[in-house]
């Protein structure tokens, strides 16, 4: 049964590997190479959203890819946003964590 009232986030929306064909969602300079659940979850929150340990499942397999493991993260919708500035807030959080990632490498 649909459910109306959360937004789903798979990895694949942000995964830089992938064409928009395979189910990526963002603009290739807004995407990550090959995210975590982890990775989205740590994302979601930082962008303001809240994640359940219930909400978050890492062994599903995204629908156009479904020979790969790949998992998503369930969150409740807010009024008035909409999945796509939802998706973009997330991506910058994603590439922030990445970029301090690097910088913290070096």
């Known amino acids: ?17 992938l064409k928009r064909r395979q189910g990526r969602k963002v603009k290739r300079e807004r995407a990550v ?3 975590t659940v982890a990775e989205l979850t740590e994302a979601v929150k930082t962008a303001g959203f ?5 909400e978050v499942n890492d062994h599903a397999r995204f629908p156009r890819r479904s020979f790969v493991k790949s ?10 946003v909409k999945k796509s500035k939802v998706l973009d807030a997330v991506a910058e959080k994603l590439l922030q964590k990445r970029a301090r990632q690097k910088s913290g490498k070096k």
């Open 1 to 17: 049964m649909k459910d109306y009232d959360h937004v789903i986030l798979w990895l694949d929306y942000f995964n830089k590997n």
């Open 33 to 35: 190479f090959d995210p």
């Open 50 to 54: 809240e994640v359940a340990d219930d």
């Open 71 to 80: 998992g998503y993260v369930m969150i409740t919708k807010k009024e008035g």
